[in-house]
């Protein structure tokens, strides 16, 4: 992206120069509004992640019907870490993850669940498994079994 794309939404950086200043910053993952930072009189260079979001995130009945097609996939409640990774990665969702929480339990579901999603269960299960802190594309190699099935069986219910 250059200094001359019009940008009004939040994305995910890993690489931030700031000119004239040089400053240089590699590695970070923070949310920038590149437009209130123009508005400031910061340039920025930019880099998107590997793991940029490609889709529209789905909508709450989608959602809610590949969480209850899922759950025989859940190994418990920090299994939701999962579905939270792949919609920050693969459809842009805001890395909040109360506000996850929150909307997880208010979707309109058809019938009870085996696992729920309560405050906490997302930052205890990355504090838990450094894994979830990666992009999706690195998971491959690294991450158990159970968690690359539950991240394939829900990729295929929300792409249905």
């Not at 590699?26 to 940029?52: F, R």
């Not at 809610?64 to 996939?73: D, H, K, N, V, Y």
């Not at 939701?80 to 459809?91: A, E, G, H």
């Not at 405050?119 to 990355?126: D, L, Q, R, S, V």
């Amino acid at each position: 992206m250059n200094e001359n794309e019009e940008f009004s939404g939040v994305t995910h950086y890993t690489h931030v120069e700031v000119q004239p200043g040089g400053i240089n910053i590699q590695n970070v993952e923070h949310l920038y509004q590149a437009d209130i930072l123009k508005g400031l009189g910061i340039e920025l260079e930019m880099k998107k992640k590997d793991n940029q979001a490609s889709g529209e995130m789905p909508e709450d009945d989608r959602l809610a019907r590949a969480i209850e097609q899922c759950q025989a996939f859940f190994w418990g409640n920090s299994s939701y870490t999962v579905l939270f990774c792949l919609l920050r990665d693969k459809y842009g969702m805001t890395n909040n993850m109360s506000m996850f929480e929150t909307k997880v339990e208010e979707l309109p579901y058809s019938r009870e669940r085996t696992w729920i999603c309560p405050k906490g269960t997302i930052a205890n299960a990355m504090s838990h498994n450094p894994i979830y802190k990666q992009p999706l594309s690195k998971w491959k190699d690294k991450a158990s079994p159970r968690i690359i099935i539950l991240l394939e069986k829900l990729k295929e219910q929300l792409e249905l």
